[in-house]
């Protein structure tokens, strides 16, 4: 058994609430949206790839049909594979998310908007000031706290404060004005939250499967969840997640015997009807499995919440690290598989055509 407490991704998991506090105090929530609203686009991609490419789509199903521009979320590993299918037509914002901002998925959309869409405007919100997205002379940088530069395998502030900074700048539901306020209470919340979270997490040893659903953009932290899961136990915890209305539809073979549920309930009295429904059927169809339904608040409705429902599957994920005796903070030490920034891709150059 690892001491997970000395890592540093359980020190960067404990940090969130007051990198949150001190980033709401300083970031010009106001200033963003005048210069989001010049932009003058239909369409705004929100990019990345792993857990960047998550926060796209947690903000994109959060957000939708909000006035103003469409918002998509476009991984990064799309665009550089297929960048004639995706960078033609009308301009697009090209929103970019990245914690070391150097993946070469990262590098090969650059060069790719380069090549064929130069005058697209870019928005890339960063960890890391000496990366390529930091650098991009072409591009409005948001440079998050050096805090939020992950030391460890698996993004954790990173994803959950570049995930903030995007609602703070999107979400035209919230002034901007009040943003300090939402973060200073998810900051609050997340405090009071963290002990509970790791009582369950030593509760509970690691299971033979884990399975994580959720509606909206809470189906999107149940993939983010699901992936801190595999990470960290270096592949020997499978995971699933799902919608809660997708998951009966195949995907619900995952379960056997000793496969631990997780379900991130929803806010909306409608589609948190169909949560308890899945809830109970699932306690009764699999009575040898742990069905939780994660008791998470939701001051601000499900969107904003998502930080929060994805601590739990953080910590949890650090414990059974620790359990199965893994390096917390590099969990495919020596196997030379996988690594904290990708940079085994090699890219093939984008000719216009």
Known sequence: MTDVSTSATWREIHAQPAIWRAWGAVLDVGQLRDWLAAQDVAEVWFCGAGTSAYIGEIVAAGLEGQPGPRLRAVASTDIVARPQAYLRGPRRLIVSFGRSGNSTESIGTLQALDALTPHWPRLHITCNAESALARDPRARVILLPEATHDAGFAMTSSFSTMLLTALAIFDTSCAAEAVLGRLETLSAELTRL????????????????????????????????????????????????????????????????????????????????????????????????IITSVPVPQPFGDLWSVPLSVALAQVMAVVWSGALGLPVDDPFAGQGTLSRVVSCVRLHAVVPR
Do not use: N
Not at 223 to 243: C, F, H, Q, T, Y
Not at 270 to 285: I, K
């Open 194 to 289: 963290l002990p509970g979270f790791h009582a369950a997490a030593i509760a509970a040893p690691p299971p033979a499967r884990a399975v994580f659903v959720g509606s909206g953009p809470l189906a999107f932290a149940a993939r983010e969840a699901a992936l801190k899961v595999m990470e960290l136990s270096a592949g020997r915890i499978p995971a699933l997640w799902d919608s809660c209305l997708g998951f009966r539809h195949g995907p619900k073979s995952f379960v056997l015997p000793g496969t631990s549920i997780w379900i991130f309930p929803a806010s909306d009295p409608h589609t948190g009807a169909y949560d308890a429904d899945l809830t109970a059927e699932l306690r009764e169809q699999f009575p040898q499995s």
